[in-house]
């Protein structure tokens, strides 16, 4: 008897439907928290029981899923390898875009992903004035201490951002750091009204950075430049901001279009 279900995007357009389904669930399952049953799956996806099963078995035998002692599946060690070789190429990608902002700021730009609940660097070009900030590429921070972990967590639900800084604690790394959930969400509702996320001494006294998302990146990115205060001033703000936010468009493009075949 033939199937009732709908033709995907991957058999219209010559692809293999048991890939794009396989890698659906995948991305079923980390929006869910990366653990979830097959009913759950079932569920969001529209798919057969039986299908479901059948492709959750292949990807535990490839490594990519497991199962768990209570019969759910959770997302599998061999994952790790390749989100570690994808982000380092999205570095790679980003670097042109970091350059223009450095070339035309004169400051330190970055990239960075949201991994679990640390933000983590993944890209840098370095100002060439003498006087600069350094971020080391893979370098993990809290993201209540930076302005790029602002723009990251900027979507999340209140509840999402409260979980994360239960999980994470508010340590303070200057006297300028949010130390409250109130203070942080507010910096959000800020971000979403202005489009950009600031970072005043609040990572390391006399450093300020201005940051803004990547929008529809593949995974939550957000790009940054970072200088001492007293370059990066309320005025060159305004300069600095809109130039973020046009290349951040630029950049999403580039991500994008890399994608195709």
């Known amino acids: 008897m033939p199937s009732a279900e709908p033709k995907s995007a991957a058999a ?6 048991s ?22 799956l079932s569920t969001s996806s529209g798919l057969p029981l039986p299908t479901i099963h059948r492709l959750m078995r292949t990807l535990v035998a490839c490594g990519y899923v497991r199962q768990q002692p209570n019969r759910r599946y959770a997302l599998g060690p061999r994952l790790i390898r390749l989100g570690e070789s994808s982000a380092r190429l999205l570095g790679t990608w980003a670097r042109p875009y970091l350059a223009r902002l450095v070339e035309e700021t004169g400051e330190t730009a970055n990239m960075a992903l949201l991994d679990g609940d640390e933000v983590v660097y993944v890209a840098q070009v370095p100002s060439r004035h003498s006087m600069r900030m350094f971020t080391e590429v893979g370098r993990r921070v809290l993201p209540h201490t930076t302005g790029v972990g602002k723009a990251l967590l900027a979507s999340a639900t209140p509840d999402e951002v409260r979980a994360l800084l239960a999980r994470t ?7 300028k750091t949010l130390t409250t ?11 979403r009204e202005t489009g950009y ?13 201005l940051a803004v998302p990547v929008p529809d990146s593949p995974t939550a990115a957000a790009i940054s430049i970072s200088g001492p205060a007293g ?7 305004a300069d600095i901001v809109p130039l973020l936010k046009e290349v951040a468009v630029e950049l999403s493009g580039a991500l ?3 994608g195709t075949a």
């Open 19 to 40: 890939l794009e389904r396989a890698f659906d669930l995948l991305e079923r399952m980390a929006d869910a928290g990366g653990e979830v049953g097959l009913s759950e």
């Open 256 to 258: 994008a279009s890399s």
């Open 12 to 17: 219209s357009s010559g692809g293999v439907q």
């Open 181 to 191: 959930p109130e203070e942080f969400l507010e910096a959000l509702h800020r971000v």
């Open 169 to 175: 604690g508010m340590p303070p790394v200057t006297p």
């Open 231 to 237: 370059r990066v001033t309320e005025e060159a703000t």
């Open 197 to 209: 996320a600031v970072d005043d001494n609040e990572q390391e006294m006399g450093v300020r950075c």
